[in-house]
């Protein structure tokens, strides 16, 4: 058996990943957590957007959507919004259940994975 010395086509190159972590529906004036899942998770999404917005990244860019809830009663009114904000690049999704948040009337907390579009994306 010969052996020869395999070359390297494309270099392993680990990915540019923005992790945006903790993201929660607090009201910013109130300090408080609206009463129903769909404000939280639509206030959520707003900073997690401004944020990317300040990598210079939007919606398109979301790869991967993490959604921590306490329950799913009223999830689905916020599909009109993610559909909305993600229908054009349908992000994998995973939708976790836990017991209970540190703070008092939090229902959902959210992390969002993105990717910067690379020069030679065709995705238009």
Do not use: W, Y
């Amino acid at each position: 058996m010969i052996l020869t010395p395999m070359e390297e086509i494309m270099p392993f190159r680990p990915s540019p990943e923005i992790h945006i972590r903790h993201l929660t529906g607090v009201d910013a004036t109130t300090g408080q957590f609206p009463a129903d899942l769909f404000p939280q998770i639509r206030q959520a999404l707003a900073t997690g957007m401004a944020r990317l917005d300040q990598q210079g990244m939007g919606a398109d860019n979301v790869t991967r959507i993490t959604f921590t809830l306490r329950e799913t009663d009223g999830f689905s009114t916020c599909f009109p919004l993610l559909n909305d904000l993600f229908g054009r690049t349908c992000p994998a999704t995973t939708l976790r259940l836990g017991k209970q948040f540190e703070r008092a009337g939090q229902l959902a907390e959210i992390e969002l994975v993105a990717l910067p579009a690379q020069a030679d994306d065709t995705l238009s």
